[in-house]
């Protein structure tokens, strides 16, 4: 697997851009290509293949990397609990510079919790509260956005402000340098607290013909010191992009 994928996040998604800012469709196919900003020193950016799988039940959902089950639904509040992938991850092997190469491993996992959506004139509200569930880094990330969605026809533009909290277990796991890591490496040790992380997102969908949907999300996330303090950290935040095309049944 690639050493960045993406944050829901926290985004991520975890869960960053898994959250999709429109509600999916009974069911729709395709592909998509995600972006990903490396933020450690010496990694590298990275372009992902993932493909978009949407399906919206009564009762259950799933949108690519995450899925749910509905506690609250109507046309202005949706409640689930959720899953969700959190494809973040460190390979030493991936690095390009010597010390980094020596550090540990920070693997993938597994995200679970709640999500909420209320949409009302005003604009839309988004939340999530997800924990890791595979005991990886043990961590827990908070989601909070507000998006306000316009109209043009086909085409529709939704621009976002947001912030994301990462607890300590979830810093100390991506970003921190353990003692025995520092030993090793020559790298200062760090150990970090939990942070809050701001960030601005735009969204955009065409809607080709009836059955075929194009769109992309961006965003750009401005790291707490938190985290941006990292000796494994280079920048000061991080660009993440998804494009893709679906087709709907």
Known sequence: MNQFKLKALAALLPCSLLFNVAQAAPLSLGASVIYAESPYRGGQDRYIPVPVINYEGENFWFR?????????????????????????????????????????????????????????????????????VLNNSNGIIWD?????????????????????????????????????????T?????????????????????????????SVIGRYTRFDSEIKDSPMVDKSGQATLWTGISYTF
């Open 144 to 184: 909070l956005t507000y998006l306000y969605r316009f109209e043009m026809g086909d085409f529709s533009v939704t621009p976002g402000i947001g912030a994301m909290w990462n607890s300590a277990n979830q810093n100390r796991y991506y970003y921190g340098v353990s003692g025995h890591e520092s030993a090793r």
């Open 186 to 214: 020559g790298i200062d040790r760090y150990d970090p607290d939990d942070s809050w992380s701001p960030y601005l997102e735009l969204s955009a969908s065409y809607q080709i013909s009836p059955q075929w949907n194009a």
């Open 64 to 132: 690519s990397l995450q899925g749910g089950y509905y506690l609250w639904k109507d046309p202005q509040n949706q409640l689930s609990l959720t899953l969700a992938g959190s494809p973040q991850q460190y390979d030493p092997g991936d690095n390009d510079l010597g010390d980094m190469k020596h550090l540990d491993k920070r693997r993938m996992t597994l995200m679970g919790g709640a999500t909420y959506r209320h949409t009302a004139d005003w604009g839309i509200v988004r939340t999530a509260l997800l924990g890791d």
